[in-house]
């Protein structure tokens, strides 16, 4: 590792400097004035710090806070946990809950149905409720969003992600990351990168190649950095060819900080710091979080790695200063970014606009999978009972969310929903059909009860899925199969006998195995974990106020082993590393370069009305500043509700000098259009959408080439394609 020291003399230098700003400042330092540039307001308070000081600005003081400086105003910063909403307050010296009784937040959908509407003003929306609502908890840094790809879909926390591609992750991350921060709060994008599995994620040493890095781990990190100039990132717990992500030389130093020019700060994941010196010189700025693992659970925080430990190497000479001042300087920045000294915005909490933004994002993520003979929407008007199955049905999840937890003012179950929306129009039951137990068996008793009500109803919903058990859609633990628990499949296919009527809705994160009986069942929705509103998000979909338009954001395989980290058998790793073996065929970029039928695609999700897709047109771009070719064509509501439609654009290059997937999303677009109403769409590509990153070049590279502009409803469902020449030979970073 090279780090620059710089000589004794310019220390001396910058002590006198120091010593002068402080002998003249007046009544008023110019840190606290707000019309000063950032820049020099943070000079002025480093100048003013401590060694000590500014050591304590490195390291948490609780679970969730690190010190504040009351001889210079310098506040307590808060911390929080975010991604379904900002999580109740713990601590402070542990994971119990504080007991406040003013911790209440909106819990919204998980993220991974916010990315399955497809639709990123949603994803601004969401950002800019959580920060408003974060600015009213009086937190400053709120640890959303989670870009991690996700790459095998047994990991434990997939239902947090975006899902499995970059392009789609970096649209989500970017506009949420905007949506945060407008509210004067710092976001904090993480886990910087990989952080793929929770098995072993505080081990595991990830191996994969540079371009894969470069073209599936990197890109949504990348662009919230130069597109949204996110303030914080969250190194993983895993390591990096050996390095700790949260202080990987190469990671973080060179491409984060170096290439990409990050200004803001690096802090580490809660307890994922092991050692001072790495650390130190790796480019981590702010530790936080205790082991939790290992034997030193519960160090007192001045012996942090980045607390005494580092303050006894920089008196001792080990560590030249210019270090520390880089890591001071990046936390202080993210303070004045977010006006810590300055007036705030006051934000907002419990807002009914809020909850209507949760609504929102359940309703547009929900993924409508099967709808044979037009099962769905239900006719309330015809309907005299429905049996609503399942402990899905009457289980919340909004505190289970693990490090995410939300403490809601309520939460709309779907049985809730269901009884609010119809419950004067039909006699409803309900029957658990299966109970969540450590032994995770069938329960036959219950599964008799459950066919007796499907049995004497014009309809069955069976409300099934994971809930955040160990194992099921829980951090720290993957899954162990994609199969239903507590004899789910089962209590289906009994119940699909008893009454062919019957809605699966799943509650869960993606990715189920549904072979035992998708063919039985007319219809199935993915509802995913979908919020405090999601009971009546459901509702309206099950009944049809709602056309659902969500779309799928990871394969969906017909077995496991179909899926690259399991059909390479690079799954959980071998002796400690996590060789990245399909290397960019993740996802549906495997499943369509290797030709495998996938149970669901990429991208898929049913509408109650038809679209048709006409009219491709490819116009080039006639400057130097316009997009290289946008796609024009039009979409048309034939058929008989008015409905969104996610246009999805791929780009597949003919004869690439290095092997590329067989497409990859390069843009996408919702459109909502009424019962005949035809829309024109417009997609710009830029170089981006044909550039592949080369190794030897260390960038990236477009080529003169023949490209197919594939637009389609799925990544399986191509409905127009266009050939594109590129002639341009660009090579850039
Ligand atoms: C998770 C982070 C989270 C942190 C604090 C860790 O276990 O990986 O995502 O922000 O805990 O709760």
Redesign the pocket.
């Known amino acids: 590792m090279k780090i620059r020291f710089p000589s004794a003399g310019m220390a001396i230098l910058t002590a006198v400097a120091t010593v002068i700003s402080i002998a003249r400042a007046e009544d008023r330092p110019l840190y606290l004035d707000s019309t000063k540039p950032r820049e020099a307001r943070v000079e002025d308070l480093l100048g003013r710090l401590t060694l000590e000081e500014k050591v304590g600005l490195l390291h948490g003081d609780s679970?969730?806070t690190t010190p504040s400086i009351p001889r210079l105003g310098v506040p307590t910063r808060w911390l929080d946990?975010g991604?379904h909403g900002v999580?109740e307050d713990i601590g402070p010296h542990d994971w119990n809950s504080a007991g406040r009784t003013d911790d209440y937040a909106t819990c919204f959908p998980a993220l991974s149905v916010l990315a399955s509407t497809w639709n990123t003003n949603l994803a601004y929306a969401y950002g800019e409720a959580l920060g408003e609502e974060s600015r009213a908890r009086h937190k400053d840094i709120i640890?959303s969003p989670?870009a991690d790809i996700a790459r095998t879909p047994l990991c434990g926390?997939i239902y947090e992600f975006f899902g499995e591609d970059p392009f789609l992750n970096t649209r989500f991350s970017v506009s949420s990351v905007r949506g945060i921060q407008d509210q004067d709060v710092a976001a904090?994008i993480?886990?910087f990168a990989g952080?793929n599995q929770e098995m072993g994620?505080a081990i595991v040493n990830m191996d994969m190649d540079d371009r894969t890095l470069r073209e599936i781990y990197l890109p949504p990190f990348e662009a919230a950095i130069k597109e949204a100039d996110v303030w914080t990132v969250?190194g993983a717990?895993t390591k990096f060819r050996g390095e700790h992500c949260a202080y990987s030389d190469y990671l973080i130093n060179k491409i984060l900080k170096g290439e990409w020019g990050f200004q803001g700060l690096v802090m580490s994941?809660?307890?994922g710091t092991y050692d001072t010196r790495e650390a130190v010189l790796g480019g981590l700025d702010l530790e936080?979080?205790t082991l939790?693992t290992g034997t030193e659970k519960g160090r007192p925080y001045n012996e942090y790695y980045l607390a005494d430990p580092f303050l006894d190497g920089l008196r001792k000479g080990e560590y030249p200063m210019s270090l520390l001042d880089d890591k001071v300087r990046r936390n202080l920045r993210v303070m004045f970014a977010t006006h810590v000294f300055d007036t705030r915005k006051p934000g907002a909490l419990n807002t009914p606009a809020h909850q209507a933004t949760a609504q929102r994002i359940a309703e547009e993520g929900i993924v409508l999978l099967k709808n044979e003979g037009n099962a769905l929407p239900l006719d309330i008007s015809k309907i005299k009972s429905v049996a609503v199955i399942g402990e899905n049905a009457v289980r919340t999840n909004a505190s289970g969310f693990?490090?995410?937890g939300v403490k809601a003012m309520h939460e709309i179950t779907t049985l809730q929903g269901i009884v609010n929306r119809a419950g004067d129009k039909m006699n409803i039951t309900y029957s658990a059909g299966y109970m969540k137990t450590k032994a995770g068996g069938i329960n036959s008793n219950l599964v008799e009860r459950a066919v007796i009500a499907a049995r004497q109803a014009d309809v069955a919903i069976i409300v099934a899925g994971l809930n955040h058990s160990p194992y099921l859609d829980d951090?720290?633990r993957d899954r162990k199969n994609l199969r239903l628990p507590y004899g789910q499949d089962e209590l289906i296919r009994q119940v699909t006998q008893a009454n062919p009527r019957t809605i699966i809705v799943l509650i869960s994160g993606p990715v189920i195995e549904m072979d035992p009986w998708l063919n039985q069942v007319p219809a199935v929705l993915q509802a995913g974990y979908p919020g405090m509103e999601g009971g009546t998000a459901i509702a309206r979909v099950l009944f049809g106020d709602v056309n659902p338009s969500g779309k799928l954001t990871c394969t969906y395989p017909k077995q496991l082993m179909d899926s690259p980290a399991h059909a390479l058998d690079t799954y959980p790793g071998t002796n400690g590393t996590l060789f990245y073996k399909e290397g960019l065929l993740v996802g549906y970029r495997w499943f369509d370069t290797k030709n495998i039928e996938p149970l669901f695609p990429f991208g898929f999700g049913l509408s109650y009305t038809t679209f048709e897709y006409s009219n491709l047109k490819l116009v080039t771009g006639e400057d130097t500043n316009a997009p290289l070719v946008t796609a024009e064509f039009d979409i048309a509501n034939t058929g008989s509700r008015a409905g969104a439609e996610v246009a999805e654009l791929y780009v597949h290059q003919a004869n690439p000098s290095l092997p590329r997937p067989e497409k990859e999303l390069k843009g996408f677009k919702k459109v909502s259009l009424k019962v005949g109403e035809k829309k024109t769409v417009s997609i710009p590509l830029n170089r981006d959408a044909f550039a592949f990153y080369d190794p030897s070049k260390n960038g990236w590279v477009t080529e003169p080439d023949n490209f197919k502009i594939l637009i389609g409803s799925s990544s399986r469902d191509i409905r127009l394609q266009g050939d594109f020449k590129l002639a341009q030979a660009i090579t850039y970073k």
């Open positions: 679970k969730f946990d991604p999580r640890l989670i926390r904090c993480k886990h952080n994620r969250m717990y994941d809660w307890g936080m979080g939790i693990f490090g995410a951090e720290n």
